[in-house]
């Protein structure tokens, strides 16, 4: 069992800034990805950042620029520092993990965090 905790969400008005937050704690083997999506009401989900293993990010063009992702490897932890943020950045941002588990038989799998809510008002 894996698990993906967020924080950081809120409130924030055009302009301001949030850190989002997801710690990875579990039976993980390898950690091959870790990121970020989002989804606004009545749109699909969409790619807002990831870092992989190797560590080079890839951030959407939306928010290129405004948002950068990182994480602290010791701790399964990877970060959203969200600047400049705008009315459409508003949405439930969810944490995403890709990981390798298993021992004699290795998978690869991924898991999805509960989804922390940014809203953008002023």
């Known amino acids: 069992q894996v698990q993906l905790v967020e924080s950081g969400g809120g409130l924030v008005q055009p302009g301001g800034s949030l850190r989002l937050s997801c710690s990875a704690s579990?039976?993980?083997?390898?950690?091959?990805?870790m990121g970020w999506y989002r989804q606004a009401p009545g749109k699909e989900r969409e790619l807002v950042a990831t870092?992989?293993?190797?560590?080079?990010?890839n951030v959407a063009a939306s928010v290129r620029g405004r948002f950068t992702i990182s994480r602290d490897s010791a701790k399964n932890t990877v970060y959203l520092q969200m600047n400049s943020i705008k009315p459409e950045d508003a949405a439930v941002y969810y944490c995403?993990?890709?990981?390798?588990?298993?021992?004699?038989?290795?998978?690869?799998?991924?898991?999805w965090g509960q989804g922390t809510q940014v809203t953008v008002s002023s």
């Open positions: 995403n993990l890709m990981a390798l588990q298993g021992d004699s038989a290795v998978q690869l799998n991924t898991y």
């Open positions: 579990g039976s993980i083997r390898t950690i091959i990805s």
């Open positions: 870092i992989p293993r190797n560590g080079l990010t």
